[in-house]
């Protein structure tokens, strides 16, 4: 089974799919679904008792996927994810800076609260993309510099943790 996390509209969506015979069933929150390969690229479900048709393709790190009128633009996450930021602050692992500038559209975390490697910190929207940014280490947030809303860019970092031991 294979599980992922997609952010939509500042929200963390848990999703996991597994193969079942020649069909996949999907679970997206608390809806499941079968889907069912019927081409290359395409496959078909059903939605409200009504047969839908879902196509994708796949570009580098993309995938494109159309669903009725909808088509959803998944991009495969990477190791920018963790907020390193521009230049030497990189490494730092106690500071959590924007992988690029951008607007902050969610904070997931507060002041004294415990956070694991790879934990969602902070949402940045950047050219109409939201970006989640993750810590890249355990520790307790300490200083939370910006607000939802704030412009940020790769210098200053957002949160500033207290590194576990």
């Known amino acids: ?28 929150g608390d809806k499941s679904f ?11 479900t059903f939605v409200d008792g ?15 996927v159309g669903i009725e009128a909808a088509v959803l633009e998944l991009s495969d996450p990477s190791s920018d994810g963790f907020g390193g930021g521009a230049g030497d602050q990189a490494g730092e692992k106690d500071k959590i ?6 607007k902050i559209v969610k904070l997931m975390v507060a002041v ?7 934990q969602h910190v902070v949402i940045v ?21 910006f607000a939802e809303g704030d412009q940020v860019d790769t210098d200053h970092p957002i949160v500033e ?3 576990d031991e």
Do not use: C
């Open 1 to 28: 089974m294979q599980k992922h996390e997609f952010v939509f509209d500042g929200e963390i969506i848990d999703t996991s799919a597994e193969k079942v015979g020649e069909a996949y069933r999907v679970q997206v």
């Open 34 to 44: 079968d889907i069912r390969p019927v081409a290359p690229g395409l496959f078909a």
């Open 50 to 64: 009504r047969k839908v048709i879902v196509a994708s393709a796949r570009d580098h790190d993309t995938t494109y």
């Open 97 to 102: 800076y924007a992988p690029m500038p951008g």
């Open 112 to 118: 004294g609260d415990t956070v694991a490697e790879k």
């Open 125 to 145: 929207e950047a050219m109409k993309m939201e970006n989640p940014v993750l810590a890249k280490a355990n520790g307790t947030v300490k200083a939370i510099n």
């Open 161 to 163: 943790l207290e590194l």
